[in-house]
Structures are given as structure tokens and as C-alpha cells.
């Protein structure tokens, strides 16, 4: 079966939902580990925002016994891309542990066969090649070169599991009740444009970083061909591919605070870069110019996690809403303030995100605590 077999028709007759999909992100900032009941009935509460067609959840801290490999979990749509994947696997990797996901029956549409593997890269790679950029190129041949495989999830101590049904179904499908994790991020999805498929559900991953997306990018084309030119290779139909590994390139490679990808991702108008001081407008300046094709062009909120760090961002004239609140060590990132407060009723500190403006969430002791205190001041 192909790719386009697995697409499915938009039962709303392909009407658009400019306010659809529904994003969610849930995070101790002391770093403990919970369960998916409280992520899963947040964006539950959402339902209305998909329809159906794609759902999914990133989950971080989830292999503590192999937090030292890197979790791929990859899709197939036929057995031959699984024999070509192998081959793959086994020239890049050594591969400690492998097996078929864990799942369950439940309400989700053609579901393809979906592998975990626990691998490490081989030493006797290139001297100049990351164990990161071992896993990204492999990562890339697997979604280009086998035709009907794609790798969904490759980071280390977390994992992404997704496909087509409502997140509630996802979560059931994949047996989520039996893990827990320190961050969830979640998304329930209502395509517009791109196409329902288990692929080109959210969350997006590229190693550990992962963005779950409400909206829809117009500067898809030209965000994808300055990706391009870095290795990246877009596979999965879905406007949203680009904003994953856009953050890989900015704060893994070229090692930008989130503070700076923020101006690139959702960069100020020129008319207010002009009416800003001089040392500003200068910096800013030189971030459009150098990173003009990753400006992301159309109306989004986005969620983005890694190990340690929750990232809440809107584009400049907050055309996809997103609220935020803390409750004691907790910090919470949705589309609505009514599904935070199903979970967590009584909040200490509850705001609407500011235009182009990050909310940070990160852990570890006083420097969460610290964070905390600074994002309730700031907004």
C-alpha cells in the first residue's frame, strides 16, 4: 500500500477551520514524572478543534532504562521498506533493542506497522559527524530512500507517538496509560490544507525536538528550500515538517538562545524594527537579513519541547491564540484556558501569550524556580 492510500478525505467536505487544531503542553519544572491522564482529558476538552484526522503526543523521560540510545520509532507501509530500513539501521547504527510498538485496538483510521528501535551510531563513522547529525542523516535517507518507511520520533529518553483519529484515540491506540514522562505535549489536529495521513500528524520531531502547530505557514516553499540547503528534506505533506527542523538548525547547530529564534521564526514588522534603538534595530536587522527564508509567514501558536525546556510562541499579531498558566512547579501551554483548568483548577498565575514573544519554561531547582518567578513578572 502507498503513501496515498493512506490519505484520508476531509469529512467536513474539505471546508476550512481557521480556528482549528488544539495544542497543549504540560511540564514539571522540578523535572517528576506523570501519567497521561491529566494531558490526555486537556486536550480531550478540545475536541471540537480536530475532526479526526490526526492527533498525537511527544512524551519526555519515558526510557529511563535506555536513556542513553536514541528511540527511533518509525512507520512502514509495506514489508520491503521495513527490509530496506534494516539495512539501513545496520550500517549507521548498532541497535541494542528492537520491537513492534505497543498497541491496542481502538478508533483510529488504517494503522501502519510501527517499529521501535533503541540504537547507538557506530564509532567508525566520519570523524566530523555528531552522533546528532549520525541519527539526522540516517534519519533522512529512511524518509527518502525506502519509498514507504518514515521515522517519526528519534530522540533520546522520549518518544512521539501519532497517527489518525482524535488524540484520545491516539493515546488509546498507543497504550499511554503505561507510560509517564516529565513533559507531554499534545495536538489534535484539523487539516486545512495538507493532507490527513499518519505521517503528517503532530508533534514534528527531529532528534529530541519536537513542535506541535495551530495554524498554517504560506512560507512553506521558501522555509523549505533554505532547509534544504542544510540536509534537511521535507517527507511528510505537512506545512508544519519545516518548524521542526528549523529549530534543530537554529538552537542545536548554530546554537541560538530561543530569545533570538524567536526574532527569526516571528520576526517584528520593518515598521517597527525603523522606530526601535539604534543597537536593536541593527541586530534585528541583521537577523532578517540573514535568516529572511526562515521567517515563518502566516498565523500560528506553536509548542516547542526538548530535554529540559518548554517553549510557548505566537506569530507577531496573535492570530491562533495560546494561554498559559503555573500551578506550584507546573507550567501549562494551550489553545484554551478551560482545558488547563479542568486539569488544574486553582492556578497561581494565568496569562494570554504576547505576540512573537516566547514563554520558557525549563527545569532543574532554582533555576525553574527562578524562570517561574520571571515569566509571572514579564507578563
Not at 526574532?263 to 529572511?292: C, H, N
Not at 512547579?329 to 483548577?345: D, G, K, Q, T
Request: aromatic share 10%.
Amino acid at each position: 500500500m502507498n503513501t496515498d492510500d493512506r490519505l484520508i478525505v476531509n469529512p467536513f467536505n474539505h471546508d476550512k477551520d481557521f480556528a482549528g487544531c488544539s495544542i497543549f503542553g504540560m511540564m514539571s519544572l522540578e523535572g517528576k514524572r506523570f501519567g497521561s491522564k491529566d494531558p490526555v482529558r486537556a486536550i480531550s476538552n478540545m475536541h471540537e478543534r480536530s475532526n479526526g484526522l490526526g492527533g498525537g503526543f511527544a512524551v519526555y523521560g519515558i526510557y529511563p532504562d535506555f536513556k542513553d540510545y536514541y528511540a527511533l520509532h518509525i512507520m512502514y507501509l509495506s514489508k520491503d521498506a521495513k527490509q530496506r530500513t534494516d539495512k539501513i539501521l545496520a550500517s549507521c547504527f548498532n541497535i541494542i533493542y528492537d520491537e513492534e510498538l505497543q498497541t491496542k485496538p481502538a478508533n483510529v483510521v488504517d494503522p501502519p506497522v510501527i517499529w521501535r528501535y533503541f540504537v547507538e551510531p557506530r564509532k567508525n563513522r566520519p570523524k566530523d559527524q555528531s552522533p546528532d547529525d549520525c541519527v539526522l542523516d540516517a534519519v533522512m535517507r529512511i524518509n527518502t530512500e525506502t519509498g514507504k518507511a518514515f521515522v517519526f520520533s528519534s530522540g533520546k529518553d522520549m518518544g512521539v507517538f501519532k497517527g489518525v483519529g482524535f488524540p484520545e484515540d491516539i493515546a488509546d491506540y498507543f497504550c499511554l496509560e503505561d507510560y509517564t514522562g516529565y513533559l507531554w505535549s499534545c495536538h489534535g489536529r484539523f487539516p486545512t490544507n495538507t493532507p490527513g495521513w499518519w505521517g503528517g500528524a503532530h508533534p514534528f520531531n527531529i532528534l529530541d525536538w519536537t513542535v506541535v502547530h495551530n495554524g498554517e505557514l504560506s512560507s512553506y516553499g521558501i522555509n523549505r528550500r533554505y532547509l534544504e540547503m542544510y540536509g534537511y528534506k521535507c517527507t511528510l505533506q505537512t506545512d508544519t515538517e519545516v518548524l521542526a527542523y528549523a529549530v534543530d538548525l537554529l538552537m542545536r547547530k548554530q546554537r541560538l538562545p530561543i530569545e533570538i529564534v524567536s526574532q527569526v521564526l516571528a520576526s517584528p514588522f520593518w515598521a517597527e524594527i525603523d522606530q526601535m534603538e539604534p543597537k536593536k534595530r541593527l541586530v534585528l536587522k541583521a537577523l532578517r537579513q540573514t535568516y529572511g527564508s526562515l521567517l515563518m509567514n502566516g498565523p500560528f501558536s506553536i509548542i516547542v519541547a526538548h530535554h529540559g525546556e518548554m517553549i510557548g510562541l505566537t506569530d507577531r499579531i496573535k492570530l491562533r491564540p495560546m494561554m498559559a498558566a503555573t500551578k506550584g512547579s507546573m507550567l501549562y501551554l494551550s489553545s484554551e484556558e478551560a482545558s488547563i483548568r479542568l486539569v488544574s483548577p486553582a492556578l497561581d498565575k494565568v496569562w494570554s501569550a504576547r505576540g512573537g514573544e516566547p514563554i520558557i519554561g525549563r527545569i532543574g531547582g532554582k533555576q525553574a524556580v527562578e524562570n517561574q518567578a520571571k515569566l509571572e513578572v514579564e507578563q
